[in-house]
């Protein structure tokens, strides 16, 4: 099985940026996607950006399309999520998520999760 810890999340003014990091550790060789999701209280959790590992092709929410930016650095076993030009809206506990697949999109069916890093932003 898969583990994932999350960490960078913090509060931030709206314009700024930020990059969540998912350290990623067991079973993480084939096919396998590294999503990352959000959810903002009373909102229903909502995938945002999502890659393949093996290959490192990306799908993103259209709602995000152009301000954030999934990546990978394999060496480290570390999915990140740029975030830039952060809004209120994007306020939110942000988890990465795994799911043994080579297709990561739709954002469903992500069985294995981290604990989830706060972002908190500011007008």
């Known amino acids: 099985q898969v583990q994932l810890v999350e960490s960078g999340g913090g509060s931030v003014q709206a314009g700024g940026s930020l990059r969540l990091s998912c350290a990623v550790s067991?079973?993480?060789?084939?096919?396998?996607?590294i999503g990352w999701f959000r959810q903002a209280p009373g909102n229903a959790r909502e995938g945002v950006a999502a890659?393949?590992?093996?290959?490192?092709?990306?799908s993103y929410a259209d709602s995000v399309q152009g301000r954030f930016a999934i990546s990978q650095d394999d060496a480290k076993n570390t999915v990140y999520l740029q975030i830039n030009s952060l809004k209120p809206e994007d306020t939110a506990m942000y988890y990465c998520?795994?799911?043994?697949?080579?297709?990561?999109?739709?954002?469903?069916?992500?069985?294995?999760w981290g604990g989830g890093t706060q972002v908190a932003v500011s007008s």
């Open positions: 998520a795994a799911r043994y697949t080579a297709y990561c999109y739709p954002f469903r069916n992500y069985a294995h």
């Open positions: 067991g079973d993480t060789y084939g096919r396998i996607c």
């Open positions: 890659i393949y590992r093996a290959e490192g092709t990306t």
